[in-house]
């Protein structure tokens, strides 16, 4: 069965880090890029992020600079180290693999003091 798992959300501080992980079951993973969305309380889903199968990452200039996006293929995972964070970046957090239209359950990233 083809599906996504998100992990590594919580809560932190204005100012913190959090890394998150996206794991995709079946095959092929390598050769598709894969995404990262998140969805504010009240708002639009948005993109985050997107990474080439070539590992090559787009980021929204919302969160250039802040946040990076890499992929480690031979564990079929996908990843988005979230740094220097903001109140702003609160939301539920999914990751997306557009080849495959599927999205991950998400995970809660919240940032608060």
């Known amino acids: 069965q083809v599906q996504l798992v998100e992990s590594g959300g919580g809560l932190v501080q204005p100012g913190g880090s959090l890394r998150l992980s996206c794991v995709a079951s079946?095959?092929?993973?390598?050769?598709?890029?894969m995404d990262w969305y998140r969805q504010a309380p009240g708002k639009q889903r948005e993109l985050v992020a997107t990474?080439?199968?070539?590992?090559?990452?787009y980021y929204v200039n919302s969160v250039k600079g802040r946040f990076t996006c890499s992929r480690d293929n031979a564990k079929n995972t996908v990843y988005l180290q979230m740094n220097s964070l903001k109140p702003e970046d609160t939301a539920v957090y999914y990751c997306r693999w557009p080849g495959v239209g599927i999205w991950g359950q998400g995970t809660q990233v919240t940032v608060s003091s």
């Open positions: 990474i080439s199968s070539a590992g090559s990452p």
């Open positions: 079946g095959s092929d993973f390598s050769i598709y890029a």
